[in-house]
């Protein structure tokens, strides 16, 4: 059986401005299946994030075309859940109505709401700060809100903006693997963004490498990992350190 195309990019460049225009996107073609996990890794301006606010609708391409599902993206939806890289939280909300929001929005019970609200809060190791608002965290709290408030009403397609940058290495690993558990279990599209060529291979299918600016994808890595065993296992196994270092090499050579 072939699998759905859930996202596809063809052709697409984006160049702002009019007199000094700076070239962000240039010929990007990209393909994700349904339920498929891609990362993209790419040296620091090449257009990473302005590649997933176009595809979350937020901002138009100069050329090319961006379909999800097949139709041309116009503007935001409930279907592409973002996560953006400076987090992007409701500043007028608690912890808990960001978190919400989304499930508010979906019309879902007040019960359920609760439970899972609740549950997320959990995960993110914010319990005791429900009723706080975002100017009183951290960075890293902030990051974890975000995640949160997308990860709760799991949509079909999750784009990540290096979603973990801003956390100490611990509660990296918790959140990665709270990712991984709920793509394993819904199935979602996940498309992210990251420095972190580990973390890349850690998590997903396929690892795309972007070019330096301007952005086009130059390279992919198929990942075939068996995560059953865990992480300590993986990291250590020759497989995982084989890809892990074809990636790397990949990316410096781009970034040099
Ligand atoms: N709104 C804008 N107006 C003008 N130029 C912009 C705008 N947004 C992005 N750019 C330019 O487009 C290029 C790509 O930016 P983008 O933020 O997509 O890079 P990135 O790959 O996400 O970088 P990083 O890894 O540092 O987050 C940069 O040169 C940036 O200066
Ligand atoms: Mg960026």
């Not at 799991?154 to 784009?159: A, D, G, K, N």
């Not at 996940?190 to 690892?207: G, I, K, P, W």
């Not at 795309?208 to 250590?236: H, N, Q, T, W, Y």
Request: glycine content about 8%; some cysteine.
């Amino acid at each position: 059986m072939v699998p759905a195309v859930k996202i596809c990019v063809e052709a697409v460049s984006k160049t702002f401005g009019t007199k000094d225009a700076v070239t962000a996107l240039a010929g990007v073609d990209l393909a994700v299946n349904a339920g498929e996990f891609v990362s993209i890794v790419g040296p620091s301006g090449c257009g990473k994030s302005t590649l997933l606010y176009m595809l979350g609708g937020f901002l138009p391409p100069s050329g090319g075309k961006l379909l999800v599902d097949g139709n041309a993206v116009r503007k935001p939806g409930v279907d592409r859940g973002i996560v953006f890289q400076e987090y992007a939280l409701f500043p007028w909300l608690t912890v808990y109505e960001n978190i919400a929001y989304g499930l508010r929005m979906l019309k879902r019970p007040p019960e359920q709401i609760k439970a899972t609200v609740q549950r997320y809060i959990d995960v993110i190791g914010l319990a005791g700060f429900e009723q706080r608002f975002p100017r009183e965290l951290s960075g890293g709290m902030k990051q974890r809100v975000a995640l949160a408030r997308t990860f709760v009403y799991e949509p079909e397609i999750l784009l990540l903006d290096e979603p973990f940058g801003a956390l100490d290495a611990q509660t990296r690993e918790i959140m990665q693997d709270e990712l991984l558990r709920l793509w394993q279990s819904s199935r979602m599209t996940v498309l992210m963004v990251t420095h972190d060529v580990n973390e890349a291979v850690y998590l997903s299918d396929r690892v795309c490498v972007m070019s330096k600016r301007p952005g086009r994808i130059v390279e992919e890595f198929k990942v075939v990992l068996d995560r059953k065993p865990g992480r300590e296992a993986l990291v250590l196994s020759e497989a995982y350190t084989s890809i892990r270092n074809a990636v790397w090499l990949s990316v410096r050579h781009q970034v040099l």
